[in-house]
């Protein structure tokens, strides 16, 4: 496979070889993607059955679909500091079998504290693929085509959302919630597995001053012997990344405002409402006037929706840059849910359903070519060289803690305080994501070091400014 992509403006592209080995490594790896989608698409629909055959109100049910993230957010904090210590493979492989038991006691659990219990193992191997996934694969990547690659990973997420809407929808006539639940192991395995077969990541190697290891690794990805540059670059970057911050100096200088930006950029690409929609796109359908088969073809209509518009997305994200692309994704989402608080604040007339859908597609639109897709790849570009490891699992924790809190609230917010009032909240949330969006500053076509460059640059000017006025 060859890909092309420009230095600067000025240059004429230059073509970039992603050997077989790479995107081998890269198939293998997003699986952790898919198991992240599948495992956010799937609850909505088993939930109201688990409800069922369980007896539980709303807010257990809320339980129920946040013990995942909990889960998450002990694999996400967890996935780093070990993934720095016994590497990439092998932390994957350990969630992938976290996946694979959790998945299996879950669709097998015969209580409701069984059922927890398997979802919080569930959560676990999530949350730890979330965090090494994306580092796996961009310290595998060529620099030039490290973007394409990364959000391979967002892609992947949409994928197994549209897989977990296709098991619903066929499940839905039956109501049976056992098999769509239990086997998502099915994809657990495919990770655990496939990752004995891929390299290790040569950045790792280094770390652990295996240089000849990393030396053969690096020549099998780029399929060539002339590596010996890149290996330079490498170390140097190791070197720096080695002189590692506390977590107190987080909040000091030039880092804090990065730590800020990063931070806010994964609360809001998903407290907008991006899980309350996939998680209880069916519910608010048939609120609109579906019925319950065509809100399971509607619901599954979002989900490929996303899988496509991420792909555009990618296609674009390098040559329109993050920041255009962050500041229209969040006043389109704005937009579509002021449509549908006001769709669902006013009596029912012809074909408001039709709109409430055509509202809906517009969102998971806006979405997937701005925040869904660009979430990962700026958390990974706004982190200090030194503190990239700490940043990263702040950043995934933020991810999955916010997504708690949605799952838990989503059910009793539709149910009690109603669609309406529901859309309006959310779409205040994404008016706040507006105006942080003009903050964001733009990292397309920078290195790592030249974005935090730029920050030190704004710190030390802020900082002359300040003794002028004084």
């Known amino acids: 496979m060859v890909l092309s992509q420009n230095r600067h403006a000025s240059d004429k592209p230059v ?19 898919i198991i992240f989608g599948y495992d956010t698409g799937i609850i909505g629909g088993a939930i109201v059955y688990i409800g069922k055959a369980f007896h539980i109100n709303d807010l257990m049910q809320g339980v129920v679909v946040s013990t995942s993230l909990f889960g998450a957010m002990i694999g996400a904090l967890a996935a780093g500091p070990l993934g720095d210590k016994y ?38 191997g ?22 394409v690659l990364v959000t391979s990973f967002q892609l992947m997420i949409t994928v197994g959302i549209v897989l977990a809407y296709g098991v619903n929808a066929g499940a839905e006539s039956s109501g049976a919630w056992r098999f769509p639940v239990g086997i998502a192991g099915i994809f657990g395995v495919m990770l655990a597995v496939g990752v004995l077969f891929v390299t290790e ?33 490498t170390e140097r970057l190791d070197k720096i990344e080695q002189q590692t911050m506390r977590w107190r100096d987080l909040l000091s200088g030039h880092v ?56 555009v997305g990618m296609l674009i994200v390098d040559k329109v840059g993050r920041r255009p692309l962050l500041i229209a994704g969040a006043v389109g989402l704005t937009a579509s849910l002021v449509i549908l608080a ?64 949605i799952a838990l609230l989503s059910l009793p917010m539709l149910n009690g305080l109603g669609v309406s009032q ?21 990292t397309k076509g920078k290195s790592l070091e030249e974005v935090e460059l730029l920050f030190k640059e704004k710190y030390h000017a802020a900082q002359q400014q300040n003794k002028a006025v004084n």
């Not at 073509?15 to 997003?30: N, P, R, T």
């Not at 209880?280 to 809100?295: D, K, N, R």
């Not at 529901?422 to 733009?442: D, N, Q, R």
């Open 15 to 33: 073509k970039i070889k992603a050997s077989l080995f790479i995107m081998l490594s890269v198939l293998i790896s997003s699986v952790g993607g």
């Open 87 to 124: 590497g990439r493979k092998a932390v994957l492989f350990i969630s992938g079998l976290f996946f694979a038991v959790g998945a299996a006691g879950s669709g097998l659990s015969q209580s409701i504290e069984a059922l927890t219990a398997a979802r919080i193992l569930q959560g676990i």
């Open 126 to 147: 999530v949350g730890a693929s979330s965090v090494l996934v994306p580092v796996y694969i961009a310290e595998l990547s060529p620099a030039k085509i490290r973007g």
């Open 201 to 233: 990541s040569p950045r790792w190697l280094i770390a652990v001053k295996r240089r000849d290891a990393a030396l053969v690794t690096l020549k099998k990805l780029r399929g060539s012997e002339d590596v010996e540059a890149e290996m330079q670059e």
């Open 256 to 311: 804090r405002p990065m730590i800020i930006i990063g931070v806010l950029v994964a609360f809001f690409s998903n407290a907008c409402g991006i899980n309350l929609v996939i998680y209880f796109a069916p519910q608010i359908l048939q609120s609109s006037g579906f019925t319950s088969s065509v809100s399971w073809m509607g619901t599954l209509g979002l989900g490929v929706t996303n899988v496509i518009f991420t792909v």
């Open 342 to 405: 006001v769709l669902f604040s006013v009596p029912a007339f012809p074909a408001s359903n039709w709109l409430a859908l055509a509202s809906l597609l517009f969102y998971i639109v806006m979405y997937a070519i701005s925040p869904g897709m660009l979430g990962f790849l700026m958390i990974s570009e706004i982190s200090p060289l030194r503190a990239r490891a700490k940043v990263t699992s702040l950043s995934i924790f933020v991810i999955f803690a916010t997504n708690l809190v």
């Open 422 to 442: 529901t859309f309006w909240i959310f779409s205040a949330i994404c008016v706040a994501f507006t105006l942080f969006s003009f903050y964001v500053p733009e």
